[in-house]
């Protein structure tokens, strides 16, 4: 006998605490490509979070996060060993603020970031979390996330040629970009067989 | 689960028959006055046609308000072999109640083409059982008599759930049908519980919206069958 | 009722953490659900309006943009305007402010929604939004082919606001002269603007639609809709992050859930009784930080239809559709 799932309080329960869980998310967002990424970004780094503070700031009593950076490795802008930049939202004694689809991070995280802003001001990750790559190190081996979109046309899922990148070829892939250098035309136009 | 609603159904339909052996095996009833019949019980099988139905593809709103589809698809009731079974109450010498039961297990078959992503066209299908319920009128055109064709009409009405594996019920509509065919008495009798047998054949349309079928219409599918009927 | 069932919710989010999740079905915020209670939603507008757009444009489009979302007939959502204030979004004061704002630092974000919680109780404090007024806007009851409508954009924040996450459902493309833009979506909420001129955001759809009804049920919503659940493995492991979409052959909606579960599980619901397609597909062309966030996302795998057809009966859900994906 199969299973029959009906809904009950306990369900919506459920599916309540099923929510709970769910990711934060969301802002209307006018997307760059990623050689315009890289050509606008003033910092572009890779590094692993070693701290996260929220503060309360300006006129305004918004809350949000200084990130510090422990630099690996600066593709663009001048380098340093460590770099501070701001994310919205944090926590600030009991209160919590989150902007809805702005990145959060978390001491340990490795990243590749891409940062726009001038001193004095604390840069920001381009785009929110569109300047904002992931690093995923799993048995031995390292991916980026997401993947790279490259070339012009209708960029479709599951494309075979668009994969995680190991941290040393996405480096390669920014400074392609920033060479100006035509990455490969990956359109997807020609659906393989499968 | 499944099963034993259709076993109660067709126990429904055999109570009188059992309740026939039964009185059999008491002793011998004194004769009694001829009766008319008061209803018939029949039990067939047959064929439901396959139906297309009105799909809808997979679209996008593209940026300028149009569709951008996503994959298309068209989908199809494939035919399935119902089971049915009538209960026929006459009216009068020409006219009948009917309230029909059946089951089927049609698949429903879903292709899917021009994926935006370039995924291989496929099909998808699901088995569903297909119950319905109905009343309807049977008109027939001479009167019976033993191994003498009766040619008839009939329609209905009635309803239709579509349930999936479990008893899970999926939808439920409205179920049409119309067309004809004939009864052939084997055999007559004017005493007893049992007053004739015979074989049925019937052959129509079947009309349902809801249920399997689609929202802006509903499916037509040819339907034939034949029965063995009691007649009591 | 709505204060004990949030208060459930919270207690369970407490409890158990992630258990599997629908980013468009309601947007978590660590461990609290953002879920109004019909009371407290109330929003004041900022008294001043942005080059094109007055203070009382501004308003009108908000109204119109609130009463899309109050009209779902399948949810029962209302929101009261309080009134102009000079009090600015994300100022943590405790009002739902919503206004034009300078952000030259986010020159990619047209606008923004932030909730205030308390973190120990989950209660909802306050929810801004902000539009930036960077660009360029438009409130005309047409658009303006030049300027980006605001009450599209605002209909998408409001659907932040009242707690729904991102839509994966959209295609787009990079552009012969740089930038990407959106070639179709089917949900307001899909992450990215339709761009200058376009007004289609106005409209909900399915997905967004069955966002909003799940968060907000009216009465005989949850009897009378149904749900597909399932999981999604690769090579015998589950595949987080997998974007799940489930479509109606008869009726072309088109609703997504995402792979979240430790399993790689997913659910989705409030759909219309009957058979569905169920389609996966990697998001290996997004920001994934603006779905969710969770670490070891697999975007390593091939678009997939499940083979069969998946059943949401009525008022319940469906069995599980095991869903195999291959490598790139």
Redesign the interface.
């Given at each position: 006998?199969?299973?029959?799932?009906?809904?009950s309080p306990l369900f919506?329960?459920?599916?309540?605490?099923?929510?709970?869980?769910?990711?934060?998310?969301?802002?209307?967002?006018?997307?760059?490509?990623f050689?315009?990424m890289a050509r606008e970004s003033e910092l572009i780094v890779h590094g692993t979070v070693v701290g996260v503070q929220a503060q309360?700031v300006g006129p305004?009593?918004?809350?949000e996060s200084v990130v510090t950076l422990q630099v690996a490795d600066t593709l663009k802008g001048t380098p340093a060993a460590q770099t501070v930049f701001r994310v919205?939202?944090g926590?600030i004694g009991?209160?919590?603020?989150?902007?809805?689809?702005?990145?959060?991070f978390a001491a340990g995280d490795e990243v590749f970031l891409f940062l726009?802003?001038r001193a004095p001001?604390i840069a920001?990750p381009?785009?929110?979390?569109?300047g904002?790559f992931?690093v995923?190190r799993?048995g031995g081996k390292a991916a980026v996330?997401?993947?790279v979109?490259?070339?012009?046309?209708?960029?479709?899922?599951?494309?075979?040629s668009?994969?995680?990148l190991d941290p040393a070829a996405f480096a390669s892939r920014v400074r392609q970009a920033l060479d100006g250098a035509a990455p490969p035309d990956r359109?997807?136009a020609?659906?393989?067989?499968? | 689960m499944k099963r034993v609603v259709f076993g109660v159904l067709f126990f429904v339909s055999f109570t009188p028959f059992v309740s026939l052996v039964s009185a059999q095996a008491k002793p011998p009833a004194p004769p009694r006055a001829p009766s008319a019949p008061r209803f018939d019980v029949s039990i067939g099988a047959g064929i439901l046609g396959g139906s297309s139905l009105d799909g809808a593809n997979a679209d996008l709103r593209g940026r300028t308000g149009g569709p951008l589809a996503l994959f298309t698809t068209s989908s199809r009731i494939a035919g399935s072999v119902p089971l049915e079974a009538r209960w026929t109450f006459p009216l009068g010498p020409r006219y009948a109640l009917e309230f029909r039961a059946g089951w089927a297990r049609p698949e429903l078959r879903t292709k899917i083409d021009g994926d935006f992503e370039g995924a291989p066209p496929q099909t998808v299908a699901e088995r569903f059982d297909l119950y319905t319920l109905d009343v309807g009128l049977l008109m027939v055109f001479r009167e019976t008599r033993p191994r003498t064709m009766v040619p008839f009409i009939s329609g209905g009405a009635g309803y239709a759930a579509t349930v999936h594996e479990g008893l899970t019920l999926l939808e439920n509509g409205v179920v049409y049908r119309g067309g004809g065919g004939f009864k052939y008495p084997l055999s007559v009798r004017r005493q007893g519980r049992v007053k004739g047998m015979g074989i049925r054949g019937d052959a129509g349309l079947v009309f349902m919206t809801g249920g399997a079928a689609t929202d802006s219409g509903a499916t037509r599918q040819g339907a034939a069958s034949g029965s063995l009927y009691l007649t009591f | 009722m709505m204060r004990r069932l949030l208060l459930l919710i919270v207690v369970c989010g407490v409890l158990t953490g992630r258990v599997d999740a629908y980013s468009h079905f309601g947007t978590g915020a660590g461990d609290a659900l953002v879920h109004w209670d019909p009371a407290l939603a109330r929003w004041f507008a900022t008294n001043r309006g942005a080059p094109g757009v007055s203070a009382g444009d501004f308003q009108a489009a908000l109204l119109r943009a609130f009463q899309t979302w109050q009209d779902v007939p399948t949810a029962t959502i209302e929101f009261s305007f309080a009134g102009f204030t000079s009090v600015e979004p994300f100022e943590e004061d405790g009002l739902s402010v919503i206004g034009f704002q300078d952000h030259p630092e986010m020159d990619r974000v047209l606008g923004a929604t932030t909730f205030v919680f308390d973190d120990t109780t989950g209660a909802l404090v306050e929810a801004d939004i902000f539009f930036n007024s960077m660009f360029e806007w438009s409130a005309g009851t047409g658009g303006d082919p030049n300027r980006f409508d605001l009450q599209s954009v605002a209909v998408h924040e409001i659907g932040h606001f009242i707690g729904l996450g991102h839509s994966a459902i959209g295609e787009t493309e990079v552009m012969p002269q740089g930038g990407r833009r959106v070639l179709g979506s089917a949900a307001v909420m899909f992450p990215i603007s339709l761009g200058r001129g376009s007004i289609a955001d106005r409209t909900l759809q399915p997905d967004d639609i069955a966002g909003v009804s799940d968060l907000y049920p009216a009465a005989g919503f949850d009897s009378s809709t149904g749900g597909v659940r399932g999981r999604v493995r690769k090579g015998g492991a589950p595949v987080i992050g997998a974007h799940i979409i489930a479509f109606n052959p008869r009726t072309g909606a088109l609703v997504g859930g995402f792979a979240l579960g430790a399993d790689g599980d997913f659910q989705i619901l409030g759909l219309a009784p009957g058979p569905y397609v169920l389609r996966v597909e990697p998001l290996d062309d997004a920001d994934i930080d603006s779905f969710f966030d969770l670490p070891n996302v697999d975007i390593d795998f091939l678009v997939t239809y499940h083979p069969r057809l998946v059943a949401a009966p009525s008022g319940g859900v469906g069995d599980r559709a095991d869903i195999t994906v291959r490598s790139k």
């Open positions: 006998m199969p299973n029959i799932h009906y809904r919506l329960v459920f599916v309540a605490c099923a929510l709970v869980g769910a990711p934060v998310a969301a802002t209307t967002l006018v997307p760059a490509e050689g315009q309360v305004r009593r918004t809350i919205p939202g926590r009991r209160l919590r603020s989150v902007m809805v689809g702005a990145p959060q726009k802003g001001a920001m381009y785009g929110l979390s569109q904002v992931r995923a799993s996330t997401p993947a979109v490259t070339g012009t046309g209708p960029v479709t899922r599951g494309d075979r668009r994969r995680p359109r997807r020609i659906p393989r067989p499968r | - | -």
